[in-house]
């Protein structure tokens, strides 16, 4: 059989790797400074300076604070960090693993350098140009999808360059078998190729500037974006790292996998499940009742895949434990693979419903979270960068001390950070459903269960610091190992050409090893097996009319809410407030309002994106109208602390002095209209301007009227000026919220 020689590439492995470690650094910054900012929210104040007197004399002070528009204000620190996490970090170290193991199991290099390096660099300027728009404000506030459309768009090309790239490199291979890393990279390519293209699907304002919004509304919303949201989870920081394990730890321990059957149930069965589990995150909420139910039942049924994988992986290691008290690259893999298994037991307990009405909304849900994120990701990436960092420069790593410092440094991050949230997510909990015999809210002011957890937001910070610390020794040690090593650009190799075999099952021949041989079969099924569970949830709460019942009072918002809410969501303020007041009885005394109902499903037909939320550091805000007055509303943006003693919220002090554009009012208007059939007149978007200039002058006479502080603090400026500012049309949005339910009459049509 001729023998061919060919070379691998290592340079674009290099590429990869030198973009997880910088991005990686990022990420941990952004996240350690949004843990800093839930304690010490001042932070900005710190660096640009304040005043607090300011208030008294309209125009001075806070210069600093107001100039930064809130570039630095915890909804943006918070959505620079998960995306820096997921898409920077993760999915950076997870290219690493791809191109380096792809070639070598398939003894052949990558299809095209060129595909590769386009791959590359769209990749990394989507991550810059996503930081310059978040930045900026620009987002759609969609958890792990809030970039815009024009981004949208460069991340599924970069996406399919890869995929095409990979594939044309599998259809070239010189092996026959595809071996059981290369399943789950197809299936994480097949899967994550769907979920964003659909989650994704927007309507842009114009194709000339950022703003879009969601082709779904509310409820038919929230079942996608989660549908995307859990499955992010699953297939990106999930099955391709798994795909990381089945390589790279029988490498480093020098094993081979433990089980090849188990591999095989591990894979089709992971895919299979995971794409239903998705409306856990909506338990309690206005989602139809038969789908919170499909998705509890499949999250438990999580646990027997996923726990297969993790001891895959663990008894991998048999025989092999002695190493793993010398070798750091195995006690990074051990940690975690141990992690993994203990948040994919965590999460489907999550998703049962006795459990997921403490725990949703509260911090047990970041602590689960980060076990996976810090633990599983984290781990897995420190350990194949130190695999990989001596074999591409041809050395030994420079100092295996500073990585065991790093392996503990890490080890101590993720107890410190994921023990204190734990705690802090059943306090809440807890706290929040309290009550006297007398039938009143043990715990009525709010601040009060955010006070009591604020010294685990403290330790979870001292958890940070050691994770980012072990991570700056990580980069010493590699910095060191690459001065004294010899990179080589393109690695020589040789292997027999491939044979050609009929496509057909050969006789004798395993069903799944003819699979593994028939890369299109085997892709084709991985389609069908993750679209399955996708079409019978997402088909029918999108097509059926009867699952999102009208309600007739529930009306479209004014062109001043309108723009109210586009600036809630640029300021990221759903990354701490939920809209969703769920059936309890804690709920709905607390967050009640005048009406004392929990938020139905036709409430939220006109909100595009929706904003129930998943994380509760401030109050609900679903029945926030005509709580507060207005003048409350404006001294609590402008300093929370004015009206609430020991609020951790951020300060807006620019929204007061910031006008409102309003030059794309009436666009927006007509883009609701005409895309989404929301029934605005032609008389009120003819009038859109007189109608906002109505409103924000009522809410400026409230402010004045409540507030003789306020009314005196603009006496010497021009009249009318508060009326064109930021702040009024965020008011107008906010004492909207839920006044429009006011009976429990529902129709059943659908006006959506």
């Not at 199991?105 to 595909?115: A, E, G, I, W």
């Not at 992986?313 to 993994?340: H, M, Q, S």
């Not at 028939?518 to 991985?526: K, M, N, R, Y």
């Not at 859109?688 to 402010?703: E, P």
Request: hydrophobic fraction near 45%; include cysteine; charge should be positive.
């Amino acid at each position: 059989m001729e023998t061919q020689k060919f070379s691998y590439d290592n340079s674009i492995v290099r590429a990869f790797l030198y973009a997880t470690v910088v991005f990686g650094i990022i990420g941990f910054l952004f996240g350690l400074t949004a843990a800093l900012m839930l304690f010490y929210p001042e932070l900005p104040e710190f660096f640009f300076g304040t005043d607090d007197t300011t208030i008294k004399s309209i125009g001075g002070g806070i210069q600093g604070l107001i100039n930064t528009h809130g570039a630095f204000g915890f909804g943006r620190i918070r959505m620079l960090h998960t995306t820096t996490v997921i898409f920077a970090f993760v999915m950076n170290v997870v290219y690493v693993g791809v191109y380096y193991s792809l070639q070598r199991l398939l003894k052949t290099r990558m299809y095209s350098d060129t595909l590769s390096w386009i791959h590359f660099w769209t990749w990394q300027i989507m991550i810059i140009v996503t930081y310059i728009t978040f930045f900026m404000g620009i987002n759609t506030s969609k958890e792990y999808a809030e970039h815009e459309w024009p981004i949208d768009i460069l991340i599924a090309f970069s996406w399919i360059i890869f995929g095409a790239n990979m594939f044309l490199t599998i259809a070239k291979r010189r092996v026959r078998h595809l071996y059981v890393a290369i399943w789950f990279y197809i299936g994480t390519w097949i899967a994550v190729a769907m979920l964003h293209i659909f989650n994704n699907l927007e309507v842009p304002l114009s194709f000339t500037g950022w703003k879009s919004y969601s082709a779904y509304a509310g409820v038919k919303d929230a079942i996608v974006q989660w549908w995307y949201g859990h499955n992010a989870v699953a297939f990106v920081l999930t099955t391709p790292v798994l795909g990381l394990m089945y390589y790279f730890l029988p490498k480093a321990a020098d094993r081979p996998v433990f089980s090849y059957k188990l591999s095989i149930i591990h894979f089709w069965s992971l895919i299979f499940v995971y794409i239903w589990a998705g409306p856990h995150h909506l338990q309690y909420t206005a989602l139809p009742a038969w789908a919170q139910a499909v998705g509890t039942g499949f999250s438990i049924m999580l646990i027997a895949p996923s726990w297969g994988g993790m001891l895959n992986g663990l008894l991998t290691l048999r025989g092999a434990w002695d190493k793993v008290r010398e070798n750091p690259i195995l006690k990074f893999f051990v940690v975690a693979v141990t992690c993994y298994g203990m948040a994919t037991f965590e999460g489907p307990l999550l998703a049962t419903k006795n459990i997921n009405k403490i725990g949703h909304f509260t911090d047990w849900v970041i602590g689960h979270v980060h076990l996976g994120a810090l633990g599983w990701n984290g781990f897995m990436a420190f350990g194949v960068i130190y695999y990989l960092i001596p074999i591409l420069w041809r050395t030994k790593l420079y100092s295996t001390k500073l990585a065991n410092w790093h392996f503990w440094l890490g080890t101590l991050g993720i107890i410190f950070y994921a023990v204190p949230m734990y705690i802090s997510g059943f306090t809440q909990g807890l706290m929040w459903k309290q009550f006297n015999p007398d039938g009143t809210l043990v715990w009525k002011n709010w601040l009060d269960t955010v006070t009591a957890i604020i010294p685990y937001f403290k330790m979870r910070f001292v958890g940070g610091l050691f994770y980012l610390s072990g991570a700056l020794l990580m980069v010493v040690n590699l910095i060191a190992t690459v001065r004294k090593g010899s990179f080589q650009k393109d690695v020589p190799a040789e292997a027999p050409a491939l044979a050609n075999v009929s496509p057909k099952r050969k006789e004798g021949e395993g069903t799944h090893l003819w699979l593994e041989r028939t890369p299109v079969l085997l892709g084709i099924l991985s389609l069908l097996t993750i679209s399955i569970g996708s079409m019978v949830e997402i088909i029918p709460t999108l097509s059926l009319k009867k699952s999102v019942p009208t309600i007739s009072a529930v009306k479209p918002y004014s062109p001043l809410e309108l723009e109210g809410r586009d600036i809630y969501i640029r300021e990221g303020c759903n990354a701490c407030h939920s809209q969703m007041v769920r059936p309890f009885r804690d709920e709905i005394t607390r967050f009640n309002g005048k009406n004392g109902q929990y938020s139905k499903a036709g409430e939220f037909v006109y909100d595009r994106p929706f904003l129930w939320g998943s994380k509760r550091t401030g109050p609900d805000l679903q029945r926030e109208g005509g709580k507060n007055p207005s003048s409350w509303h404006y001294k609590h943006m402008y300093n929370p602390r004015s009206t609430s003693a020991g609020s951790i919220m951020p300060r807006y002090p620019w929204l007061a002095y910031t006008d409102l554009d309003r030059s794309k009012m009436v666009d927006k208007m007509k883009l609701m209209k005409s895309a989404f059939d929301v029934p605005y007149t032609k008389a009120e978007i003819d009038s859109a301007n007189s109608w906002a200039d109505g409103q924000a002058t009522k809410i400026v006479r409230d402010i004045f009227s409540e507030a003789s502080d306020l009314k005196d603090a603009y006496a010497k400026r021009p009249k009318g000026e508060l009326e064109k500012k930021e702040v009024v049309a965020l008011i107008s949005y906010l004492q909207r919220l839920g006044t429009d339910i006011k009976t429990t009459e529902i129709k059943t049509a659908s006006n959506n």
